[in-house]
């Protein structure tokens, strides 16, 4: 790729995204940032293949770099850049999102936070609560505990992993409530309800298994 008068080889594994700016890409890598004159569209045909998503006019995005998602932005691990998402390209985004196969996804139902979505990978532990020094994913909800519970999806069984650590309860199928500590698998479409099942109706969807919640702030989950 020529960028500014000078030929680079970058490895595609290291994009996070490529923005577009009257026809100068900045291409953003792990590491380096470059600048070419192209159409984005003529881009994205040479990448067909590689795993970017088109989520705005101006916008690809690795999807092996995608962590958090809402209607409005896309969270890319180990950047504090939020991608913006278009209305045109919001169900594309979203419908694609859903249907990786890799993954676990977490995703809001109802609420203020409605729309949002956050991939776990298989066998990733993840944490959920109020506490942003301890969590992975921070519900700053006055009915979540500050550690409330921990998901884990196992792509193998198609199941996610269930724990309660919470004093407002975790419940499932609307008003049976988990006991705490105790490790919980649960299979697509079933309902999950945090602190207060009557505002917080989750569910698990079919494949790719999905599990839908209300997520605030996304972290690397690396602390």
């Not at 278009?86 to 139902?109: A, V």
């Not at 936070?113 to 532990?125: P, T």
């Not at 008003?175 to 919980?184: C, D, F, G, H, S």
């Amino acid at each position: 790729m020529s960028t500014r008068g000078s030929n680079y080889k970058i490895p595609i594994d290291t994009i996070l995204y490529i923005e577009s700016n009257n026809r100068i890409l900045t291409i953003h890598t792990l590491s380096e940032t470059y600048q070419c004159y192209e159409k984005l569209n003529t881009l994205e045909e040479h990448l067909t293949g590689n795993n970017f998503l088109h989520c705005h006019q101006s916008y690809l995005v690795a999807i092996n770099q995608i962590i958090g998602y809402n209607n409005q932005s896309i969270t890319l691990r180990d950047t504090d850049t939020a991608i913006p998402v278009s209305r045109q390209y919001q169900k594309k985004t979203r419908d694609f999102l859903k249907n990786q196969p890799s993954c676990g996804t977490l995703i809001c139902t109802c609420g203020i936070y409605e729309g949002s979505m956050i991939r776990i990978k298989a066998e990733q532990r993840v944490l959920i609560g109020r506490d942003d020094n301890a969590v992975d994913v921070v519900i700053n909800l006055p009915f979540v505990s500050w550690i409330h519970c921990e998901i884990t999806y196992h792509k193998k069984e198609q199941k996610y992993e269930i724990i309660d650590y919470s004093s407002n309860g975790t419940f499932i199928e609307g008003n049976t409530r988990l006991i705490p500590k105790q490790v919980y698998l649960l299979n697509p479409e079933t309902e999950l309800s945090l602190g207060d099942f009557s505002t917080t109706e989750l569910q698990l969807a079919d494949v790719p298994l999905l599990l839908f919640l209300f997520a605030v702030k996304i972290f690397n989950g690396n602390k």
